[in-house]
């Protein structure tokens, strides 16, 4: 018998936000310094109590946190990131009481910027160029991407965002395997082969990718989006809750905040299988269907706990519309439909310490019985993982030196589901387009990492990250790794511990240095090594990379795994 872990009211209606929706983007598109900027100021200067601040990124909340910040508090380089803000958010342009029209061409690195007392637009290339070498391999790693970004908003109630980026590119080994193993690219969707006409050793992928999303805030309390997108859910590096690793998907979201109070119901549409990119025809992709509750509470200006809850589920070209209701709890629901679903909770927690200081951490549970915890025996079923994390502003007194350790670790068989009915894959795995939903490792791994980031000056950052990992692979049965598999496939149903299988050792240290030629534009030097060493030997493979790039408005594209 499953624990009944479900015994929390949820007390609010419907709700959505209209904001950078993740924080690190596995995809592209996405801003990490502004982000950055954003969750520094927050954490050192906003006292009040109100949930969810780094994950609510908008004008909206950049502006309510402009107005909070005593400025004479400010290092100089805080007074940097404010200004980072302002310039992204338009938040400068002061629009005269006449309301007449101020429009301006490449302007704080924007393309084009437009407002009035009605109306606001912004357009930004997108840009990532990158081209590097593996010691360690024949191929030669690159990146070609070329996009545009559309935001604004009328009347300060509707606000849309949509972007779109034509990309080349070729990947380290590890990643072109996991490719041709999914039929995906890590935060991308259909692809196809790619070689250029020019030099022979440059082949790769040619992918097209775009997200693009419509709110609706007809108060500070209400917000309703619909768009094409991705979630990121709590502070850590990774989230063992929703991540944004794989490709976008369509979804309308709901969120309501009232006081200390957060209430986010996500309902999304997923493909159960990867590319179509060796199937002839155009076929119609099968479908599958997610729904979410995200309660968020601010306890204190300290203190935020989060409950969460999410079920993944197949049907023949409807959505459960039992799922729909924004109160009921999912297991409740999933039982009385005869438990044909991937129901999991979870529960999120971030405590700050000071000014600079915050420990977070997450808890998973896919499935559990107490008695069989407590035996020790390892019953298969336990399906559960956790998260402990800890970030540090200003280390040593030094300013922008900033750490972050995370420690993150999953029970095999976690995030699984059975097998389909007349399908040869689980429809119901907490997975999109092949792509794992939460952490990229799957399951049955423990993983530590390090992050430390430093500000230079006004143009010079440097970074560097740590990522140590134990994986137990499967090598021809499923131990609990692969949660496509079904896990009515397994091999156990006792002795299963973190780790079984083939294990496999993962090394990872890279660095970046960048400099930002002007406002969102920058140049990156890249070095990464990473090595993976398997007990069988089938899982090794080791990278030593160098990289150059340049890039507008977009972030580095995480790939650590």
């Known amino acids: 018998m499953i624990i009944e872990w479900l015994s929390f009211p949820l007390f609010f209606c419907f709700l959505i ?45 950049v502006a309510q946190l402009a107005n909070i910040v005593d400025l004479s508090l400010l290092t100089e380089k805080d007074s940097w990131d404010l200004d980072l803000l302002k310039s992204e958010y338009n938040l400068l342009i002061d629009v005269s009481p006449s309301g007449l029209n101020d429009h301006s061409f490449f302007k704080n690195g924007h393309l084009f910027s437009f407002q009035n007392k009605d109306i606001s637009l912004q357009i930004d290339p997108l840009l990532y160029l990158a081209i590097g070498d593996d010691r360690h391999s024949t191929t030669t790693p690159f990146r070609n991407s070329r996009g545009l970004s559309i935001r604004g908003n009328i009347n300060k109630k509707v606000f849309f965002r949509t972007s779109i980026i034509e990309n080349q590119a070729k990947f380290l080994p590890h990643i072109e395997k996991r490719i041709v193993d999914r039929n995906a690219i890590p935060g991308q969707g259909f692809y196809k082969r790619y070689q250029s006409n020019i030099f ?30 991705s979630f990121f859910l709590g502070n850590g590096y990774h989230s063992l809750l929703l991540s944004d690793y794989a490709d976008n998907y369509f979804f309308l979201e709901f969120n309501t905040s009232i006081g200390i109070f957060n209430y986010k119901n996500i309902f999304a549409e997923l493909a159960p299988i990867g590319s179509t990119i060796d199937v002839p025809g155009d076929l119609l992709a099968p479908k599958k269907y997610m729904a979410t509750h995200y309660l ?59 000014s600079k200081t915050k420990i977070y951490g997450q808890l998973l549970i896919d499935e559990m019985k107490t008695g069989e915890i407590f035996s020790g025996n390892g019953w298969w079923g336990n399906k559960i993982g956790y998260q402990l994390g800890y970030k540090q502003l200003d280390l040593f007194g030094i300013d922008h030196f900033d750490i972050q350790m995370e420690y993150n670790a999953v029970r095999p068989f976690t995030y699984s589901h059975k097998s389909s009915p007349k399908l040869d894959y689980s429809v119901a795995s907490y997975s999109h387009y092949n792509l794992e939903l939460a952490h990229p490792l799957g399951a049955n791994f423990r993983e530590g990492l390090l992050l430390l980031k430093y500000r230079i000056n006004r143009k010079w950052s440097l970074s560097g990250k740590l990522i140590t990992a134990r994986v137990g692979k499967s090598i021809s049965e499923n131990i609990g790794q692969d949660i496509l598999l079904p896990n009515d496939t397994r091999v156990n149903d006792f002795s299963n511990k973190i780790g079984q299988g083939d294990k496999t050792n993962i090394l990872q240290l890279s660095t970046i240095l960048s400099y930002e030629i002007r406002n969102n534009y920058y140049a990156d030097f890249h070095f990464q090594y990473r090595k993976e060493q398997s007990n069988s030997g089938l899982f090794n493979e080791k990278s030593t990379y160098f990289c150059i790039s340049f890039r507008a408005n977009i972030s580095h594209q995480k790939l650590d795994y």
């Open 17 to 61: 936000t209209g904001s950078l929706h993740s924080q690190p983007q596995y995809g592209m598109g996405k801003k990490q310094e502004i982000l950055d900027a954003y969750t520094r100021l927050a954490l050192k200067y906003d006292t009040i109590p109100k949930p969810l601040k780094t994950q609510n990124l908008n004008r909206i909340s």
């Open 200 to 229: 022979k050793k440059i082949n790769g992928w040619d992918f097209l990718n775009a997200d693009g999303i419509l709110t609706y805030q007809p108060s500070t309390h209400f917000r309703a989006s619909i768009g094409h997108g």
């Open 296 to 354: 968020t509470i601010a306890i204190s200006k300290k203190l935020e706990l989060s409950l969460f809850e999410t079920v993944i589920f197949g049907r023949k070209d409807h959505f459960e519309f039992q799922y729909l209701n924004p109160l009921i709890l999912y297991r409740v629901v999933e039982q009385k439909l005869d438990s044909p679903d991937n129901v999991m909770l979870g529960f999120d927690m971030n405590y700050k310490i000071g």
